[in-house]
Each structure stands twice: as structure tokens, then as C-alpha cells.
């Protein structure tokens, strides 16, 4: 029998995000090493009422949602952890603190030591917190560096993240280095821009937050900071059971490391001086409708979950090889192939192989990427 039971409350919006996977991934591996049941609710009202349950632990970045949430667990006399928004935006509430304002400025500081001056930040959501905490950073490392910034530098992602990397590209000669909030911003903005013959590095910098799989198959591959989701899980177990057992602490919060990962979508250039950029970091997805979005997702979502043989199934589909070859060059039954292949589909639900095929064009624009994943798992 396990010693706890630690309830979760989770916005549906997020639950389909490649942090959410990994955070909560995270968070059940901890709670299990400690022999706590993790259970999982869609609504506060289903946990129990009394004074068996005593916090509740929150996945979300939207600020309404969180408000709300943490609003309707107060009520029951229900504490609040936070595992996505940063908790130092809510009154009384524990979680992780993710340094966002010192990422963006580590990453506005690594733009203008290679010579970027003229900067872009694309992505932001208006109800997003965490997106909030960035802009404002954004503005603030310019000015430290004696560069203006106005308002229209930033490109929001309101509308979708496609529309908001073409805004942004239709000003293009304005800029000389775009930072994304996160990761799916960016792998669209180098896609767009190399149909637009905007060339990146050469005409744009690009950088993206998140550290995806998906930004190594883009090419040139993309510049990222490296969020640890699965440490974030793990991390909130610790603080979800010191609360817990700690009436008398009104919040807790305990800080994630952050790393600068120079690729190909900044020349490889490295980071300048490593005692400048550390401590902090962490992104979390937009709640709004967006295809291409949700595209990305369910793509990181499928190579996260892949094994060795699925990676190079995808990479023989993305080069356009028959199945019979690629069942020949991977020495397995051709039925085998098909068995995986079918799994794909449904994990990037699409109903066959060319509709995988056309996702897979747009996203990977480097397949043999896929074989060095492979090697690695």
C-alpha cells in the first residue's frame, strides 16, 4: 500500500504538450521511488473533502486557469503546487522556480556578443504568464545593453505561430537575430524563413527554449535552452511531500537549472562566458488553437516515445523508401515495419503513410538526424 496519495489537477489544454509528457513523466517516476500513488483529477471538486488532502499539485501556465484553480482548491482548505507557471506569480502557492527573466537575458547577452543587435522575440501569448515573465526580460536586457526595443519587435503568437513567424518575416531585413519563446516557435520560423530565402544563420539568428527533439531535425538545427521537464516532475514530488507534511510553511519553491545550447541556427558560435549564463529555466506550451502547433506536439510527443527501430522506420518514410526496403536495410520482417508504422500513424494521427509523409516534410528537414537519435536510445 502506498504511503500517500498525491492528487493532480491538470488544464486538458496542456495534457497533449511535449513539457506536460515530461514533467508528468517525471513526477510519476519520483512519486513511485517514494511509494506515493499518484492520482490523477479533471476537476478540484473531485478531491476529497476533509482534512485527508492537504495540497494538490497544478499543471498549467495559463494565469486564468491557475487563478482559478488555485482559488477553488483554497476553498477546500487545499494547498497549491505548481508544476509549469512560475509559482512567484501567485500569492501563497509552491512550485518550481524557473528563472525565465535570466534565460532570455542570458540569451539576448549571447545574440549581441556575436554581433546580432537587431532582435525580434516571437511567441508570446497574452494570458500566458510565462511568456509575460520573457517580453519583459527581453526589454530589459536591450536596454541594459544600451539597444532600443519597441513594442512592435515583439510578434505574438494570438493568432497561431505560422501567422506570427510570417509577421515577423515580412520585416525580416529589419532584424539580424529572432529569440522564440519556445521551441515550436522557432522550428516554424526557420522553416518559413527558408521558403521565404531568408537564410538562417547567415540573414537570422534563431534561437528556441524547450531543448525538443524536433529543433535537432531542423536544418540549420536550432539554438536552445535546455529545460530539464522531467527534473521539474521530479522536483515538484519533493516539494509537494514538504508542504505536505509542513502545515506551518506557507510556500516553498525550489529553483531549475537552465543551459544555452549553441547549434547551427547561430553558426555553433559558443557562449561567450559560462560564468554569465547559469541558474534558472523553463517553458511552458500555449493553450490557443493552432494546427501547426499541435502538429509539432504530437511529433515530439512520438519521438520521445520512440525506440531505436521507430526512429529509423520514420527516418526510411521520411526519405521516401518503400517499406520492403526499409524492412531490408533494418534486417527485420517486412510486417514488422508495417506493425510499427500503423503505431506511428495513430501517434501522429494521420490515417497512412502519405499523410505521415506530408507532416514529416514539413517538420524534418534533416532525416538522417533521425539515425543519430537512433543511436543514442
Request: charged fraction near 25%.
Amino acid at each position: 500500500m502506498a504511503r500517500g496519495e498525491m492528487y493532480v489537477l491538470a488544464d486538458p489544454i496542456y495534457e497533449s504538450s511535449s513539457w506536460f509528457t515530461r514533467c508528468f513523466a517525471g513526477l510519476r517516476a519520483e512519486a513511485a521511488r517514494c511509494d506515493v500513488s499518484v492520482i490523477k483529477v479533471e476537476d478540484a471538486q473531485q478531491i476529497p473533502a476533509g482534512a485527508s488532502v492537504r495540497t494538490c499539485v497544478l499543471f498549467c501556465s495559463d494565469v486564468r486557469w491557475v487563478r482559478k484553480a488555485v482559488a477553488a482548491l483554497y476553498a477546500r482548505g487545499v494547498r497549491s503546487v505548481l508544476a509549469g507557471a512560475q509559482p512567484d506569480a501567485f500569492y501563497g502557492v509552491s512550485g518550481t522556480i524557473i528563472d525565465r527573466r535570466l534565460l532570455m537575458e542570458d540569451t539576448v547577452r549571447y545574440f549581441i556578443a556575436h554581433g546580432r543587435r537587431r532582435l525580434a522575440c516571437l511567441g508570446s501569448v497574452a494570458s500566458d504568464v510565462n511568456d509575460a515573465i520573457r517580453v519583459a526580460a527581453f526589454h530589459n536586457a536591450m536596454r541594459a545593453a544600451g539597444l532600443k526595443s519597441r513594442g512592435d519587435d515583439i510578434f505574438s503568437a494570438g493568432h497561431g505561430i505560422d501567422e506570427c513567424a510570417r509577421r515577423m518575416l515580412e520585416r525580416a531585413g529589419e532584424y539580424d537575430g529572432a529569440l522564440c519563446v519556445n521551441d515550436q516557435v522557432a522550428v516554424r520560423l526557420i522553416a518559413l524563413a527558408r521558403e521565404k530565402g531568408v537564410r538562417v544563420p547567415e540573414d537570422l539568428f534563431v534561437s528556441g527554449s524547450g531543448n525538443l527533439l524536433v529543433g535537432q531535425l531542423c536544418r540549420p538545427a536550432l539554438t536552445t535552452t535546455d529545460l530539464d521537464y522531467y527534473q521539474m516532475g521530479r522536483k515538484t514530488v519533493g516539494i509537494w511531500q514538504y508542504i505536505d507534511k509542513t502545515p506551518d510553511v506557507k510556500a516553498m519553491t525550489v529553483t531549475i537549472q537552465h543551459r544555452l545550447i549553441p547549434r547551427g541556427s547561430t553558426a555553433c558560435l559558443p557562449v561567450p562566458d559560462e560564468d554569465v549564463f547559469s541558474s534558472g529555466a523553463a517553458a511552458a506550451e500555449n493553450p490557443i488553437a493552432d494546427a501547426m502547433r499541435d502538429n509539432v506536439e504530437r511529433l515530439e510527443n512520438c519521438l520521445f516515445h520512440c525506440d531505436a527501430l521507430d526512429l529509423r522506420i520514420i527516418s526510411g518514410i521520411a526519405r521516401g523508401s518503400s517499406m520492403e526496403k526499409i524492412a531490408a536495410d533494418l534486417f527485420v520482417a517486412l510486417g514488422t515495419v508495417n506493425y510499427r508504422a500503423k503505431k506511428l500513424y495513430r501517434a501522429m494521427n494521420v490515417s497512412c503513410r502519405r499523410e505521415l509523409e506530408k507532416v514529416l516534410a514539413q517538420q524534418i528537414a534533416a532525416p538522417e538526424a533521425l539515425e543519430e537519435m537512433a543511436r543514442n536510445r
